[in-house]
């Protein structure tokens, strides 16, 4: 990042940097490094949800899933499905994925969970009663996912892509931070936006009980505050893309620039 910084501030270098942000989302942080200019033209989705099969070739291969669970969603009341993912990258042991699991049985709510790796995915599917209340796929199409209106609030990492196509979207978030920028991420949607919750760890391994993601997925499907802000911020972000509105400006200013 030092190394990134310094080329822009060459002379020959333009100071300006688009961001796949919102103005209203990180004010300060924007503004706070006075030598460059920071232009936020996100988000950079689809603001109406949306994707992929209509408009970019998909894989045979997940044509049957796809279909499987969005025809489940279709079969879920209103706001009632935990999304649990947590992106192409992070990996858990077998013990968390249990907890993981053991929460989704206490809580007793439907869901839709992404494992991406095979094998952990049939062990999972193993665990009794598991699959009577949700399902369990290796891929999905998130933003898709997202939009539909059987999700009640997602159980994520928190990367930068997944934060906010969930606040696009107006969802409730459990943050399931892993490593990088994904715990600031986490701080923002408890202690900023205020539209979710971080799990807390135990000490010395960093492992998240099942008891504990539990309590955070029902305090966020409850908590009528953080429901108001999501919305709050679904409003925010996809004005920013009309026209008129903050990112459109300034795409538009940077254009000009060039």
């Keep these: 990042m030092h190394d990134h910084i310094k080329v822009l501030k060459l002379p020959t270098s333009i100071p300006r940097i688009l961001v796949n942000t919102v103005d209203e989302l990180e004010f300060e942080s924007i503004r706070a490094v006075k030598e460059l200019e920071f232009l936020p033209?996100?988000?950079?989705?689809?603001?109406?949800?949306?994707?992929?099969?209509?408009?970019?070739?998909?894989?045979?291969?997940?044509?049957?899933?796809?279909?499987?669970?969005?025809?489940?969603?279709?079969?879920?009341?209103?706001?009632?499905?935990?999304?649990?993912?947590?992106?192409?990258?992070?990996?858990?042991?077998?013990?968390?994925?249990?907890?993981?699991?053991?929460a989704l049985l206490e809580i007793g709510r439907p869901f839709l969970w992404v494992i991406r790796d095979s094998n952990q995915a049939e062990r999972v599917r193993k665990i009794a009663r598991l699959e009577e209340h949700g399902m369990i796929v290796g891929w999905c199409s998130q933003v898709e996912v997202f939009s539909h209106q059987a999700i009640g609030c997602v159980v994520m990492h928190c990367g930068w892509n997944s934060t906010v196509e969930a606040l696009v979207a107006g969802l409730r978030i459990v943050a399931f931070p892993q490593w990088s920028d994904q715990p600031m991420h986490a701080r923002m949607i408890e202690d900023v936006w205020k539209t979710g919750v971080r799990v807390r760890t135990r000490e010395g391994d960093g492992m998240v009980e099942g008891k504990e993601i539990a309590r955070c997925v029902e305090m966020v499907m409850?908590?009528?505050?953080?429901?108001?802000?999501?919305?709050?911020?679904?409003?925010?972000?996809?004005?920013?893309?009309?026209?008129?509105?903050?990112?459109?400006?300034?795409l538009q200013t940077f254009l000009h620039y060039l």
Excluded at 58 to 69: K, P
């Design 41 to 102: 033209i996100g988000p950079l989705i689809r603001s109406d949800g949306r994707n992929s099969s209509e408009y970019s070739p998909r894989m045979d291969f997940f044509e049957q899933t796809l279909d499987d669970y969005i025809q489940w969603l279709n079969m879920q009341p209103k706001s009632s499905v935990v999304y649990v993912s947590f992106g192409t990258i992070a990996s858990f042991r077998m013990e968390q994925l249990e907890k993981i699991a053991s």
């Design 222 to 250: 409850e908590d009528e505050e953080m429901k108001t802000n999501a919305e709050k911020w679904k409003e925010v972000t996809r004005e920013a893309l009309h026209d008129g509105g903050q990112s459109t400006i300034n």
